[in-house]
């Protein structure tokens, strides 16, 4: 789901380079970037999994993490 977030999130500016003109084209386009690049920084770390292969595939359930199994800490 990350990837497909990051891609359509970059999509974003090109499309509206595509179908605006005129002074919309550049504010939309600038914030299609921004918020592209925001997108791409809150997802650094699916980045890093994907990049070592260690993502979940979409579909198939993630193994339960020890730190589930120990008690809550106040």
């Not at 791409?40 to 579909?59: D, Y």
């Amino acid at each position: 789901v990350s990837l497909g977030s990051m891609i359509a999130a970059w999509t974003l500016p090109f499309t509206a380079a595509a179908v605006t003109t005129g002074s919309e084209r550049a504010w939309l386009v600038g914030l299609g970037i921004a918020l592209a690049l925001l997108v791409t920084v809150k997802h650094r770390a699916n980045i890093q999994r994907l990049l070592n292969r260690t993502e979940a595939k979409f579909g198939v359930r993630a193994e339960p993490s020890h730190e589930a199994d120990l008690p809550e800490v106040r």
